[in-house]
T-cell receptor, first 113, second 115 residues
Framework: GAGVSQSPRYKVAKRGQDVALRCDPI?????LFWYQQALGQGPEFLTY????????KSGLPSDRFFAERPEGSVSTLKIQRTQQEDSAVYLC???????????FGPGTRLTVL | EDQVTQSPEALRLQEGESSSLNCSYT??????LFWYRQDPGKGPEFLFT???AGEEKEKERLKATLTKKESFLHITAPKPEDSATYLC????????????????FGKGTLLTVNP
């Protein structure tokens, strides 16, 4: 199965801890997105990479959120000093350059206590 | 700002009872309208992309249509396995910085099909 994978699938953090969420996109996909999905809501855009370049980070809710994709493949979303409002499912999406079909990973459910 | 509104929020159908889900959108430059299916605890699964008014696409019991202001997802003779949340999203080609590929989602319609 050559889909998008994310790890961990579930993460529980104490308020104030730092967390790192990993995304392995489909091999060869140039574009990678991160979305945040709160309970009962649709996904909301966080950031976009084209290869290793982060072209849009306008959706990141605060400077505690940081994303990287150093070699244009695997991406990591890091959240520093987690807060309860960060509790959500974080979804990674990969697609070919023009994004006509976007493939979602299973998500990482983050719970901040 | 792009907006997507889905209705109803929840829909209960009996098996075999056909119906439609609505997605109303406001976007300055529609590049594409997307439909996804999401099962509990899973990521959204791609169903369709529609690009221009009048376009229709079908997959098994699902048919998606597009006008200049809204899209419909028609479900014909649904089965219990069609139960899921259906999400609608738009892409805006006027977004800058390469993010004309990002999706703006509605809140979804939770469909339950009873046997």
């Amino acid at each position: 199965g050559a889909g998008v994978s994310q790890s961990p699938r579930y993460k529980v953090a104490k308020r104030g801890q730092d967390v790192a969420l990993r995304c392995d996109p489909i091999s060869g996909h140039v574009s990678l997105f991160w979305y945040q999905q709160a309970l009962g809501q649709g996904p909301e855009f966080l950031t976009y990479f084209q290869n290793e370049a982060q072209l849009d980070k306008s959706g990141l809710p605060s400077d505690r959120f940081f994303a990287e994709r150093p070699e244009g493949s695997v991406s990591t979303l890091k959240i520093q000093r987690t807060q309860q409002e960060d509790s959500a499912v974080y979804l990674c999406v990969s697609s070919t350059l023009f994004g006509y079909e976007q493939f979602f990973g299973p998500g990482t459910r983050l719970t901040v206590l | 700002e792009d907006q997507v509104t889905q209705s109803p929020e929840a829909l209960r159908l009996q098996e075999g009872e056909s119906s439609s889900l609505n997605c109303s959108y406001t976007v300055s430059g529609l590049r594409g309208l997307f439909w996804y299916r999401q099962d509990p605890g899973k990521g959204p699964e791609f169903l369709f992309t529609l690009y221009s008014a009048g376009e229709e696409k079908e997959k098994e019991r699902l048919k998606a249509t597009l006008t200049k202001k809204e899209s419909f997802l028609h479900i014909t003779a649904p089965k219990p396995e069609d139960s899921a949340t259906y999400l609608c999203a738009v892409q805006n080609f006027l977004n800058s910085g390469g993010s004309n590929y990002k999706l703006t989602f509605g809140k979804g319609t939770l469909l339950t099909v009873n046997p």
